[in-house]
C-alpha cells in the first residue's frame, strides 16, 4: 500500500497568492497521477486541491478547517466522498482563549482578536463574541492581511494596562508570529496564542490543539482505509486534545503573576 502526502507551503507575505494556489493544485495533479492507495493531507488549501484532482483515490486530511463549509464533505457525521478527516479546531475554543486570558490578566476589559478574513475567522470571532458580554470585556476583530497593517492596527488598540489580545487559528497569524509576539511584548499586552510555537518564540501562553496527535490519529483512518472502510462513512472528527503552555519569563516581562490554578493545569511550563 502507497501513501502519498500534500502539505500547503504558505507565502512568506502573509498573504495567499495565486501563484500558491496555482502550484499548489498542480502538485495536487502530480500527486494524483502516481496513483497512490491514499493520500494524507496537511494543513491549509490541500483539501479541496486533491478533491479537484481526484474523486476516486481516498484522501484522509489532518487539519480541515470548517470542511462542511468548504464543501469537502456532505457533512460531519456522513462524509459522503472519497474525502474525511481531522479538524484542527473547534469554534468554542475561542470562548477559552478568552476565558484564560481573564485568568492570567483579570484587569484586561478590551480584547482584540487578530483573526484571518474567511470563515474560519468569522466563526471564531462569533463565538468570542458570545462569551465576551460574560466576561465583561469589549472585544473588536483586527484582521491579519499584511505586517504594515498588524502593526498599525495593534499599536492604535493597545492601551496598557486594561488591553489584551488573542490570535485565532490562521495561516497569516502564524506567518506572522514574529511580529505579533514583538508587538505584544512591546506594548506589555497579555496575548493568549493559538499555537504552541508562539509562545516557545517568546508569547505569554497558548491554548493549543495537539497537531501531533492529529496527525497521529489521521494514521489511524488511513489504516482503516486499508482494512476496507470508506472514506465516505468515517465521520470528520474534533480535536481530543488540547495542550496549555505557558512561558513565565515572558509573564515577568510584561508584569503579570500568573495564578498557581493556571500554573497546575499547564501541560508545559517554559521559564
Not at 475554543?93 to 485568568?103: S, T
Not at 471564531?124 to 476583530?141: C, F, G, I
Request: hydrophobic share 45%.
Amino acid at each position: 500500500m502507497r501513501v502519498g502526502r500534500l502539505d500547503a507551503i504558505y507565502a512568506s507575505e502573509y498573504r495567499w497568492s495565486a501563484g500558491d494556489t496555482a502550484r499548489l493544485f498542480r502538485d495536487a495533479k502530480e500527486l494524483v497521477t502516481l496513483n497512490p492507495d491514499a493520500i494524507l493531507a496537511g494543513v491549509g488549501a490541500t483539501g479541496a486541491a486533491l478533491q479537484q484532482a481526484t474523486h476516486v483515490i481516498p484522501i484522509v486530511f489532518a487539519q480541515g478547517v470548517d470542511p462542511v463549509g468548504n464543501g469537502y464533505v456532505d457533512s460531519l457525521s456522513r462524509p459522503g466522498n472519497n474525502i474525511t478527516g481531522f479538524v484542527q479546531l473547534n469554534y468554542g475554543l475561542a470562548g477559552k482563549w478568552l476565558e484564560l486570558l481573564k485568568e492570567v490578566a483579570p484587569q484586561v476589559t478590551r480584547v482584540a482578536m487578530l483573526r484571518e478574513p474567511g470563515a474560519a475567522g468569522i466563526g471564531q470571532w462569533a463565538v468570542m463574541q458570545e462569551v465576551a458580554h460574560s466576561k465583561n470585556v469589549e472585544v473588536r476583530p483586527i484582521d491579519v492581511q499584511e505586517a504594515g497593517g498588524i502593526e498599525r492596527a495593534v499599536s492604535a488598540f493597545a492601551q496598557p494596562p486594561n488591553s489584551g489580545m488573542i490570535t485565532a487559528v490562521s495561516a497569516a497569524a502564524l506567518n506572522g508570529k514574529d511580529l505579533i509576539i514583538k508587538l505584544a511584548m512591546q506594548y506589555r499586552l497579555p496575548v493568549v496564542y493559538c499555537y504552541r510555537i508562539f509562545v516557545t518564540h517568546g508569547g505569554l501562553m497558548s491554548y493549543a490543539t495537539d497537531i501531533a496527535g492529529l496527525y497521529k490519529r489521521a494514521a489511524g483512518y488511513v489504516d482503516r482505509i486499508f482494512k476496507g472502510e470508506k472514506p465516505a462513512e468515517l465521520p470528520v472528527q474534533d480535536p481530543n486534545k488540547y495542550e496549555l503552555i505557558v512561558n513565565l519569563k515572558s509573564a515577568k516581562a510584561i508584569g503579570l503573576t500568573v495564578p498557581p490554578s493556571l500554573l497546575s493545569r499547564a501541560d508545559e511550563i517554559i521559564e
